[in-house]
T-cell receptor, first 112, second 115 residues
C-alpha cells in the first residue's frame, strides 16, 4: 500500500519559473490538502479539496493553484515561483471530515 | 492569524522524563484535536486525537488532556525514550463553519530526549 506519493522529492527552481508538484493517493480518500511547512510556523494550509471536482483556498493560497480532476490526484502549481515559496510542501488526504489525515513524504522546494 | 498556539518551541528532557506540550485555540467551533508526530525527512503521522466530549485520552505512553472551558489541550509523554525525539504538532478542526474539516496546526515543538 503506497498511501500518498509526492513528486519530486526535492527541487531547485529558478525564480519566475512554473512548477507543478504532484500528489497521488491510492486510499480513495475524498479530501485532499496541500500544506507548506516552515520552521516556527508549523504547517499552513494552501489549498484543499473536499471531493473530486471541488477545491478551496486555505490560509496561504496566493501564488498557488490546484485542480482535482479525479479522486486520486491533486497537483499543486506555482505559476511563477518566488523565493518566499521556498519551503517543504506536504500533500495529505483524509477519508472525511475530522478524521485522520495521512501525509506524503514531502517535497523540498528551493526557489533561487 | 494563528488560531492554534503551541508551546514550547523546543523541549529537552532526560530519558524517563515527562515532557508536556501545550496548545491553546481560539475557535470555539473546533471539535477535533489531533496530535501529529514528525521525524526528520518524513511527513507528519497521527499520534493520538481527542474530541471535546472527554477530558483525557490515553494511548500507551501518550496522554491528551483537554480543558474545554480554557480552550487548551496538552500532550504528555510518560517515560519518554530517545526514540520519541521528534517534532510534535497539535492541530484542530471542526465539522462546520469556516474551518470545515480542515486541520489548523500549531507551530510545532521540537522534542529531544537524551539517553
Amino acid at each position: 500500500i503506497a498511501g500518498i506519493t509526492q513528486a519530486p522529492t526535492s527541487q531547485i527552481l529558478a525564480a519566475g519559473r512554473r512548477m507543478t508538484l504532484r500528489c497521488t493517493q491510492d486510499m480513495r480518500h475524498n479530501a485532499m490538502y496541500w500544506y507548506r511547512q516552515d520552521l516556527g510556523l508549523g504547517l499552513r494550509l494552501i489549498h484543499y479539496s473536499n471531493t473530486a471536482g471541488t477545491t478551496g483556498k486555505g490560509e496561504v493560497p496566493d501564488g498557488y493553484s490546484v485542480s482535482r480532476a479525479n479522486t486520486d490526484d491533486f497537483p499543486l502549481t506555482l505559476a511563477s515561483a518566488v523565493p518566499s515559496q521556498t519551503s517543504v510542501y506536504f500533500c495529505a488526504s483524509s477519508l472525511g471530515l475530522n478524521t485522520e489525515a495521512f501525509f506524503g513524504q514531502g517535497t523540498r522546494l528551493t526557489v533561487v | 492569524q494563528q488560531q492554534v498556539k503551541q508551546s514550547p518551541q523546543s523541549l529537552i528532557v532526560q530519558k524517563g522524563g515527562i515532557p508536556i506540550i501545550n496548545c491553546a485555540y481560539e475557535n470555539t467551533a473546533f471539535d477535533y484535536f489531533p496530535w501529529y508526530q514528525q521525524f526528520p525527512g518524513k511527513g507528519p503521522a497521527l499520534l493520538i486525537a481527542i474530541r471535546p466530549d472527554v477530558s483525557e485520552k490515553k494511548e500507551g505512553r501518550f496522554t491528551i488532556s483537554f480543558n474545554k472551558s480554557a480552550k487548551q489541550f496538552s500532550l504528555h509523554i510518560m517515560d519518554s525514550q530517545p526514540g520519541d525525539s521528534a517534532t510534535y504538532f497539535c492541530a484542530a478542526s471542526s465539522a462546520g463553519g469556516t474551518s470545515y474539516g480542515k486541520l489548523t496546526f500549531g507551530q510545532g515543538t521540537i522534542l529531544t530526549v537524551h539517553p
